[in-house]
């Protein structure tokens, strides 16, 4: 029986390893791993022996896939990283996204300037797949507030639903052979088009698999007021697809704002998502009061989450990968704030604590039971 939670925190002073007994109580901290090199993205493989992995991302000297075969008591990078053809013109700016393959060994990478790469070994080598970083689309992308990161891949058997920011959704049928744009309905509020084929920021996509044509998505909102070309355009940032993707529809009503970044679906129910709403202007919660708002069902209404977290002047960011929920009976939910805190939310969000107050400015959080 799996007894331990293990957290990945990807922070920029490296990666941290937060863990605990089945109770998530009195959690251990190891860390900092990659020698203070920004971590951006990180990957708690659980198919047969688990192994940790996270991007060290060091703009001087280079990217690395580093790699942790026991629970991450130690890291040692793998034998290569995601990198561009010297002819591609491309350089590697970042490793944004680590996720399982359709092998045992196979992972996918998603990174920046938004591309897809691909290991069948554990990450020692690695393949650019030339469908989606070579597509008609690509040349037109454009780089947001954040870069121009693939920050977002599920899979679904021969599916693939890839995010890119400000690339918008693409969804592959054949196993990533081929790609092509699924954004009707995902509008892009910085676009003279309101409603474009490609190009809208998307923050972060979700889904769950007993609902795989079920996918929710946290995009590029806060456009409600605007009256510029195109328009209001309101409501576009929060959105939920009932057909693989292929068509959206907003699930924002409700909500303070349909501004944010990470977006979760509870482990045992895909009629139960979780966002974390910010001010679109300052990227911090509104009122200076954080909150989780969870919907349970499907995004038609939401509740507020806040017992245990600050009332009042608290004015941090919670980051697209920075929120995630374990995998227990009743699941806890985890998020790592600009400010370096941590937080779990017992009960679903119920009930909020502290873990960790000082770490660094947290990329990423990672969370699974082992």
Partial sequence: MADRAIVAIGTK?????????????????????????????ALIDTR????????????????????????????????SAPAFAKSDGRALANIWSLEPGPGKKDLWCG???ASLFRSQDGGDSWE??????????ARQWHPGNGGLCMHTILTDGPRMHLGISTGGHYLSEDGGATFRAANTGVGAGFTPDPYPEFGQCVHKMARHDDAPGRLYMQNHGGWAKWDG??????????????????????????????FGFPIVVHPQDADTVYVMPLDPMTRTCPDSAP???????????????????????????????GMDIDRMKSPALYF???TGQLWIGREGGEQWECLFDSLPPIHCVKVAVV
Avoid at 55 to 76: D, Q
Avoid at 232 to 251: A, E, F, K, Q
Avoid at 309 to 314: A, W, Y
């Fill in 13 to 41: 002073k490296g990666l941290f390893v937060a863990e605990s007994g089945r109770s998530r109580r009195g959690f251990s901290l190891s860390g900092p791993f990659g020698a203070g090199v920004p971590a951006y993205a």
């Fill in 48 to 79: 047969g022996t688990p192994r940790l992995y996270f991007s060290s991302c060091n703009p001087f000297f280079g990217m690395k896939v580093m790699r942790s075969t026991n629970l991450g008591k130690s890291f040692k990078p793998t034998a």
């Fill in 111 to 113: 990174v920046e300037p």
């Fill in 128 to 137: 650019m797949v030339s469908s989606i970083s070579d597509h008609a689309h």
């Fill in 229 to 258: 070309p195109g328009g209001p355009r309101p409501d576009i940032g929060v959105l939920r697809s009932d057909d693989y993707g292929s068509t959206w529809r907003s699930i924002a009503r409700g909500l303070p704002s349909d």
């Fill in 291 to 321: 909150a989780v708002w969870r919907s349970e069902n499907g995004g038609d209404s939401w509740r507020k989450l806040a017992k245990g977290l600050p009332r009042k002047s608290s004015y941090f960011t919670v980051q697209r990968d």
């Fill in 336 to 338: 790592g704030t600009t």
